[in-house]
């Protein structure tokens, strides 16, 4: 196997497509704006479609742009290296379309992934549960085949996109299952639409971060969809769902190697202005070590994360392995940069107007979302261990 660590050269013109958007469309006032006001920037996500960055990866023929997760991966983190939180609206239009690609049928992907590849449609993914995040089996949504429907009821909480959706994929317990150990077997996964009767979404305000990006808690309160939304086979939803998160942990990777790209940047460009003893902060060898040390752990970070997503593009499946490594890694160093970078902008980085304030808060996600880092590490211990 050939071994290659840089871009190709249409790969390179991927990437400084997405570098000259980002820097055009993220301004200084919109990011401010969605921060400040946790506003939605439906007008960018639009721009974003019509260009076709967030459906980069989705096959040619539902309208995509046909090529791999690794052309994701770099407008994700050439996008989060602008602004994380404008970066994470633009792209998550399509949060949880692999699942769709994967398992849906034929009908259902003809319906809505062309929309979702046009702008013309948005969705999300609800899994999380109030008292089921990381322990993902233990989900308390309930669904019944009543005739030609299911029938579903429960909460979900923290769904991306829950409350501008136009669908949303849900998971169900959809038989009971006594044996504790067992809990993970009887879950499906449903496409809800979101004007379907009893389907309720409250938008969540006060995030530490991320603002730009929907979240909302969503109610299902007797919703029935059709017995044709059921995604893939009854009863496989779990693993539909770990395999997707060994998909998307790679695309957060991107997005912490992003942000720690973007920190370090801003990092760099204060201390070569920023004056102190009369002489400019850079000068002193501390900081001109700091960021050395913050450098290589971001080249490291993004070796190991492309290297995830080179694996599935070689074999067609991902590495769980690799791709927990990939976004523990990836999230400890995002939020160690940005811990720096704030430090080396003193009092002025406590500041919303200067950007590293929001880098610092939109962070410390990507250790907690599509999987928390002690999740990944339990995950890296039993491939080591060979326990299942």
Request: proline share 3%; hydrophobic share 40%; charged share 25%.
């Amino acid at each position: 196997m050939a071994i290659s660590f840089s871009f190709t050269e249409e790969q390179e013109d991927i990437r400084r497509a997405a570098k000259e958007f980002a820097e055009k469309e993220f301004t200084h006032e919109l990011a401010l704006e969605c921060d400040r006001n946790e506003k939605y920037p439906m007008e960018l996500v639009k721009k974003c479609a019509k260009l076709g960055f967030h459906a980069v990866a989705i096959p040619e023929e539902y309208g995509g742009g046909g090529y791999t997760p690794i052309e994701q991966m770099i407008v994700m983190e050439e996008f989060s290296a602008v602004n994380p939180g404008l970066a994470l609206a633009c792209l998550t239009p399509i949060f949880g379309v692999e699942i769709l690609l994967l398992h849906g049928s034929e009908e259902q992907k003809e319906k809505w992934i062309p929309k979702l590849c046009e702008g013309k449609a948005i969705m999300g993914m609800a899994n999380t549960e109030p008292d089921a995040g990381s322990d993902s089996a233990s989900i308390k949504t309930r669904a019944k085949l009543d005739g030609d429907e299911w029938v579903i009821n429960g909460t979900k909480q923290f769904i991306t996109n829950g409350s501008i959706a136009d669908f949303i994929l849900v998971t169900a317990r959809t038989r009971e299952v006594e044996d504790w150990k067992k809990r993970h077997k009887g879950i499906s996964y449903f496409i809800v639409e979101t004007d379907r009767e009893g389907y309720k979404a409250t938008k969540i305000v006060g995030k530490l971060g991320i603002r730009a990006s929907d979240t909302a808690e969503i109610s299902l309160n007797n919703v029935r969809v059709p017995k044709e939304n059921l995604v893939g086979e009854e009863g496989k939803g779990f693993y539909y769902m770990m395999e997707f998160f060994d998909i998307s942990r790679v695309w957060v990777a991107a997005q912490a190697v992003g942000i720690a790209k973007g920190a370090l940047k801003l990092a760099a460009d204060y201390v070569k202005q920023r004056k102190a003893f009369g002489v400019p902060l850079a000068t002193f060898q501390y900081i001109q070590f700091r960021l050395a040390e913050l450098a290589t752990k971001i080249e490291a970070a993004r070796t190991l994360t492309y290297r995830a997503a080179a694996i599935q593009v070689e074999t067609g499946k991902p590495d769980s392995m690799l791709s927990s490594m990939a976004k523990w890694y990836a999230g400890e160093v995002a939020v160690e940069t940005c811990d720096w970078a704030l430090q080396f902008h003193g009092g002025y980085g406590y500041i919303d107007e200067y950007p590293i304030n929001q880098f610092y808060r939109d962070a410390k996600i990507t250790e907690i979302y599509e999987g928390a880092k002690e999740i990944e590490k339990l995950i890296v211990a039993r491939h080591i261990l060979g326990v299942k």
